[in-house]
């Protein structure tokens, strides 16, 4: 772990302390905050209290994009907030400074086909070589899981054996982000791969004490790395290499494990549309099946109706910017 090293290390290390002691997470606020203590270092800023121009100077300064620049601007504010509540600044310098006009963005959508043809991809780069297969099958087991339930990359990789409830075809989903527990169903089909899967599982390695659901070998279960290579080769598999892209101000980003957790709510939103039912009405069923904290989060995918829409708009934004 980096350590701060400006003339704000004692401060920023106290802020943290803080943080830690009050329940909150600090891995989200430490790199950026580590981001504006080596501007300080790089600038080499004396100890001086810094006034709001600094500020205006460290945003221009930033080459970042304008997302990450805002996260930055907003954790040093909270870092000065901590600084007048301790009586070191009297009042905070970025309480005036905008944020940076952000890009829109734009996730990419898989299509219901498309999410097939990459699911088979996955299954056919199962080897039937039986020191491969165990660890083939979890791999594609975790896709299948991405894709079918929705879930988070993390989510597939932390699941125990006594976390898929085979009687009940659900999925308990413990302590996830937002640190919330959740139960959900799974498809009959995919209920039907998880139980041939754990027949094999079961087959090969016995009775081996390994806790995971899906494994690497007997000791390990699946890694992050792991999964996305996994992933990304079957993109490239079935011909879906997109690299990210800024048309005007309007970010389309490349397929991520995490566009198939899009797609899962895109989608089912379409299907809700399509057999008559008004898609805003199953926003709060969907929220709890995703682990959203409130539904209004899920609402966002309500933005992108399916994968067609969002290419139209990623071909309207390519025209526009070749007009130019």
Do not use: W
């Not at 943290?16 to 203590?37: E, H, S, T, V």
């Not at 870092?79 to 070191?88: I, L």
């Not at 996955?122 to 975790?142: F, H, N, T, V």
């Amino acid at each position: 772990m980096k350590n701060f090293e400006s003339f704000l290390a004692p401060q920023l290390n106290e802020f943290i302390a803080y943080r830690q002691n009050l329940g909150y997470a600090i891995k989200p606020i430490r790199p950026r905050l580590l981001c504006f203590d080596r501007y300080l270092k790089d600038k080499k800023i004396e100890p001086a209290v810094l006034p709001p121009s600094f500020f205006l100077e460290l945003r221009n300064n930033l080459k970042m994009e304008p997302m990450t620049i805002n996260g930055i601007l907003s954790a040093v504010r909270t870092f000065f907030n901590f600084m007048v509540r301790t009586d070191c600044y009297t009042a905070n310098p970025l309480r005036d400074i905008p944020p940076v006009p952000e890009h829109s963005f734009a996730p990419f959508i898989f299509s219901p086909e498309q999410t097939d043809q990459l699911i088979e991809a996955a299954c056919k780069r199962i080897r039937k070589e039986q020191k491969y297969y165990l660890k083939d099958l979890s791999e594609y087991m975790a896709v299948l899981l991405l894709a079918r339930c929705g879930l988070r990359i993390k989510e597939p990789l932390r699941l125990q054996l006594h976390h898929y409830r085979c009687r009940e075809k659900s999925i308990y989903i413990e302590k996830t982000k937002f640190n919330k527990d959740r139960l959900i169903p799974v498809p009959r089909s995919v209920a039907a791969e998880l139980d041939n899967y754990l027949t094999v599982r079961s087959a090969l390695m016995g009775e081996n004490q390994n806790p995971y659901l899906f494994v690497r070998n007997k000791q390990e279960g699946l890694s992050d790395p792991m999964l996305r290579f996994i992933f990304h080769r079957a993109v490239h598999d079935i011909g879906l290499d997109r690299p990210r892209q800024v048309i005007g101000h309007m970010i389309f980003a490349s397929p991520t494990p995490h566009s198939l957790r899009h797609s899962f709510a895109v989608n089912t939103l379409k299907r809700v549309k399509e057999r008559g039912d008004c898609p805003q009405h199953a926003l709060p069923v969907l929220a709890v099946y995703m682990g959203h904290r409130i539904f209004q989060y899920t609402a966002k995918y309500l933005k992108f109706v399916d994968a067609e829409q969002r290419q139209g708009l990623f071909d309207f934004a390519l025209s526009r910017k070749v007009d130019i």
